[in-house]
Structures are given as structure tokens and as C-alpha cells.
């Protein structure tokens, strides 16, 4: 149950489109909160897989429980859990736990993306507004006069020395 359309699909969402970060402002929560959703399935996804194996353990483990046809003693239950993990249910639920665990590690590693991309939409924003990504030539333009008007530390220091 990976569900591989959502997770290409969110996957190709993870790039942050620069020329046109209005839209990525507004998509990015609602995309965020569906990875979020899918990686909670998988969750549940790995622990029924949990469950299902301990069921699966515990089966072989009683079809196994029987008394030695030699001595009459039931097998220890070493040997019972050695000999369990044997069964061939027991190997197909292993299987189905290990690529339940597999598929929810994709579908954290999205999350943690997701993360990210957030974190960077917001550095993004704090740059645009104080001017270090300038969304126009106008705003460059801008910068450059106010940048020129400013005074540099060693005129600030110098008037400062000439005041009495």
C-alpha cells in the first residue's frame, strides 16, 4: 500500500518555484498536511503489520506445542521460537513488516522535505522583505539608491570626530 501516484505527486511539489512564490505560499500548508496524512497511514500501515506478525508468531508457535512423540516433554520455548520464525507465515508477515517499515521511511523522509521546503519558503520571505531578493528591477534599483545614500561606517565615524 505505498501509494506511489500521491507520493510522485507530492514528490514533484517539493521544488520551490521562485518566479512565482505567491502560489507557493498558499499550496505549500495543504500539500504539507496531505504527505503529513499519507505518512500517518503508513504508520498505521507498520503497526498492523506489527500486530499481524505477533498474531502470526503466536500461531506457529501453538501449532508447535506439541509433546516429543520420544519423551513426551513439550519443546522449550527456544526451540519453539526458533522453530516458528521458520514458518512459512510467519516469513510472509516478516516480509510484509519489513516493507510496511520500508514504505513509511519514504513517506518520513517526504515529511522531513516538506519540513524543509517550509523552512526555506520562510527564509525566502524574510530576504524578500528586507530586500535581499528583490521581486523587480524597480526594488534593485531602490536598494541601490538607499544603499548610496547610506553612510559607510568610516563617514560615520569621522563626522562624529568633527562634532566638538
Known amino acids: 500500500m505505498f501509494m506511489e501516484k500521491e507520493y510522485e505527486d507530492a514528490k514533484k511539489h517539493l521544488r520551490i518555484d521562485i518566479m512565482d512564490l505567491e502560489n507557493e505560499f498558499i499550496e505549500h500548508p495543504s500539500r504539507m498536511q496531505?504527505?503529513?496524512?499519507?505518512t500517518t497511514d503508513m504508520m498505521q500501515v507498520r503497526d498492523i503489520a506489527a500486530v499481524s506478525l505477533k498474531q502470526v508468531i503466536a500461531q506457529a508457535a501453538e501449532r508447535?506445542?506439541?509433546p516429543d512423540e520420544k519423551d513426551g516433554k513439550l519443546p522449550s520455548e527456544a526451540k519453539l521460537t526458533?522453530?516458528?520464525?521458520l514458518d512459512p507465515a510467519v516469513v510472509t508477515a516478516t516480509e510484509e513488516l519489513a516493507e510496511a517499515e520500508h514504505d513509511l521511511r519514504y513517506w518520513?523522509?517526504?515529511?522531513?522535505?516538506?519540513?524543509?521546503?517550509g523552512s526555506s519558503l520562510k527564509h525566502i520571505s524574510?530576504?524578500?522583505?528586507?530586500g535581499f531578493l528583490a521581486p523587480s528591477q524597480n526594488r534593485k534599483q531602490e536598494l541601490q539608491v538607499t544603499r548610496a545614500a547610506a553612510e559607510t561606517p568610516q563617514q560615520f565615524i569621522s563626522r562624529k570626530k568633527a562634532i566638538p
Open 34 to 38: 496531505a504527505v503529513i496524512e499519507c
Open 64 to 66: 508447535l506445542r506439541v
Open 82 to 85: 526458533s522453530l516458528s520464525m
Open 108 to 117: 518520513q523522509g517526504l515529511s522531513e522535505s516538506y519540513r524543509a521546503k
Open 126 to 130: 524574510e530576504l524578500t522583505v528586507s
